[in-house]
Each structure stands twice: as C-alpha cells, then as structure tokens.
C-alpha cells in the first residue's frame, strides 16, 4: 500500500488547525508539519493528534521568508523522507472530502509516470467558488514553487502530463472562519506583490493576483486599475477572462456609465463563452425592467455548457440553479411560457436534487402559472396543443453545490433584509446545527449580500 503524507506549513493555528487534522485521520499515513514560528499551542496540538491517532508526526521548526521560500523548505524536509510515495500540500482551514477516493487514484496511478495531480478545490466564502490545483504530488519529483505571493508549483523532471482528478476528492475550505487572518494576510500579501510588480509590470501572474488581492482588501478602484491591466496581457487565459469579468463587475460598483460596464462583460463572453458575463447583463436589465434585453441574455446564458475544464474559479449555482431561476422569471414579461415553464422545472429538479429550499415557493409558483397558461392556450385552440407552446427541453443541472440567494421574483416581491435574515438562519441552523449562533448570523449576512448584487 502507497505511503500517503499530509504536509501542512503553519504559524498559530490553534483556531481551525483541528478542523484540518480531523478530516485527514482516516486518511494519512504520517504528517508532515512545518512550524514557522508559532507562539500558541500550535505545536501541541499536531502532537496530541498524532499521539491520539497513531500517526506518525514529522516536525521541523524555522522561520518564515517567502510563501514559495518557505513552501519549499517544508517540502525539502518531506522529500527527506524515504518512505514516503505521495504528498498532499494542505492549508490550515482546508478539509479533505473523499480521502478513500483519493487514496484510490494513488494506488492506480502508483506506476503511472505522471507525479502532479490537479485536485478540485472548493471555498464557501457566501457562495461556493470552485477552481483546480496541484495539491496532491509524488514525493522525491523535485516539485517546487514559485513566486513569492500565490505561488504556484512545477517541477523540472521531465515527465507526462499533469493528471485532472475527479472532484469526487474535494478539499473544501468555510473561509468565513479564518479568524481574520485572511484580512492581515491580504495586507502583506499586497506589498509582496507590489514590490514584484514594480520590478516586471508585465508579469501577467502577478498582475492578476495583485487585482484579487486589492479586491479582497475592498480597494475597488485600484483592483480595476491592475484588472484592466491584466487584461490586455496574454499568459494564462482563464486570467483574462476573470480580469475582464472582475472589471465589468467592479465599474458597476463604482458607479461608471452602464456602457463601461457592459462593454467589459461583452469582452469577457468573445473571450470564452460563459454564462457569468450574460447573468450580469441581463440582471442590470431585469433592473431597469426592460425585459425583452433581459430575456436575450438569459436565454443564451440558459444555452450554454457548465465550463468543465476551467482551472480558475466557477461559480457552480450560477449555472445549476440562478440562471434557470431568472428565466422562469423574465419569460413572463415577454409572453415566452415554455421557455418559462422550462426554466422553473430546471430550477425545480435542482432544488429536489440538493435538498435546497431556496426560492422554492417563488419557482413552484411561477411553473404553476405557466401550467395553467399553458392549459389556457390549449383549450383556446380547441385541445390541440401548439408545439411552439409545449416544447420545454429539461436540461438536468450539472453538480450538486451550495445555493445562494436571487434577487427577484415573477410578481417582482421585495424580501426585506430582516425576513431574509430570519428565513436563512433557520435553513443554516436545520444545516449547520454545530455553527454557534455568531457564525450562523455571520453567514446570513453574507448570503444576503450577495443577494444584492
């Protein structure tokens, strides 16, 4: 059986480095810690797991330099270690879901020459965003990172490509419980950044990343100044997808002319065609009520493939469940009822799929309508059903995720902040029955700002 080992680089975790640990129990055959400095019970708290689980601790304390400086020498230490076949590189917070499958993959790829294997990561920050990365290697491959910020991870042997795994091997991270350590980490991850970029203002990378991270900061106007900048860059294109998208968004939030913005959103969709730029076209005209503008993007938005080679992020509710949603809202306005009736089915079988009760009465309503419309027109035509009028082709959704609120219903009801509040504590306290009433409020919230976009 394959050596499998968790490597963790890390400095006071006492918060959630349990949450870690836990998930990996059943899972690693050693743990791999690199201490940078910790002043909690950091330490202690991977030996008492270790002593609890029987799984062998391996220890080394320094002090941090750079994320890949750093990175590397946690790696280095784990490499030294000649029992061990494969790594998985995991951050404090991050949990693995389906350790046996990944166990699985190792055992059947063990022979294989590929060593990188690009694993599904999952974030739930008020919407789940999933996006890919090497996260699980073979050790001795000389794998290493690069940059000093968001760096990523190569190796310079030779060899087959990088394997995309299933995401039915998922680490999966609640990053409304970092205890703020994002918010101190964005701050130096900033002048990290910046520093670099001074040095090459055409490093496409470091571009991008230096937009997220003023983003991240709330900095708004100066994210778009670096995202219109990565735009025009070449590299790594889902990038410039995302910095085009990211700019047409943020001009909205800073109150630019609707033209700017549209004409960012219109640049990111001859980019790639994706559904993310066309929801928040037709979102701004559902807005303004002009319907028939509204329809034509989410109809195409409705036509399009759930983008299943993307590395970067995708937000996974926008094509299971938000885009059919609005359709089985807009088609009403414009006298298209089979292309509503089949936008509220969709949005139906989603919710039926995942459990969800989100705008479930909204979605069962308007099909109602829609139902009763449609036995309308077919007895106006004396019985005959019109094929025009019955033709609703279900396309199921592509993968089960956390929903998120919409913003508007068939009869245009306005939900109050309170009653949203009320309604979704209760749904995440039915979920979530170990979130404290803190963490439950704290995520209410965020779902309820997202709402608003």
Sequence with gaps: MVHIAVLLMVKNEKKRLNVSLESVKDFADSLVIFDTGSTDNTIQICKDFSEK??????????????????????????????????????????????????????????????????????????????????????????????????????????????????????????????????????????????NQYTKDPTEPRTVFYLAQTCSCLNENAESLYYYKIRATLEGFQEEKFHALLRSGELTQKLGHEWHDSMMFYIKAFEHSHRAEPLLFIAIHYIQIKMWVMAFTFIKLACSIDYPKDAILFVNRHDYDYKRWHLLGIVSYYVGQFADGKAGCINAINYCKQTGSKINTDIDQNNLKFYEEKEAELIM??????????????????????????????????????????????????????????????????????????
């Design 53 to 194: 689980y029987k799984i062998p601790l391996r220890l080394k304390e320094g002090t941090f330099v750079d994320f890949a400086t750093s990175r590397n020498e946690s790696l280095e230490f784990a490499d030294s270690f000649e029992d061990i076949d494969y790594i998985l590189l995991m951050d404090t917070n991050d949990e693995l879901r389906g350790g046996e499958h990944l166990r699985r993959f190792a055992e059947e790829y063990v022979d294989n020459k590929s060593s990188g294997f690009l694993m599904v990561q999952e974030w739930w920050s008020g919407q789940h965003d999933k996006y890919y990365n090497v996260r699980f290697i073979k050790a001795h491959k000389r794998w290493r990172y690069v940059g000093v910020v968001h760096e990523y991870i190569k190796t310079d042997i030779d060899e087959e490509p990088i394997v995309k795994l299933p995401d039915i091997a998922i680490l999966y991270q609640d990053r409304t419980q970092d205890d703020d350590k994002s918010g101190k980490r964005f701050k130096r991850d900033k002048e990290l950044l910046y």
């Design 380 to 453: 106006q035509r004396g019985g005959i059903v019109p094929s025009q009028q019955i033709h609703s082709q279900q396309i199921q959704p592509q993968q089960q995720i956390q929903p998120q609120p919409t913003q508007q219903n068939l009869v245009n009801e306005i939900m109050t902040k309170k009653k949203f509040l009320e309604m979704k504590s209760i749904e995440l306290q039915k979920e979530f029955p170990n979130l404290t009433q803190k963490q439950i409020h704290t995520r209410a919230n965020m779902l309820w700002k997202n709402s608003r976009k």
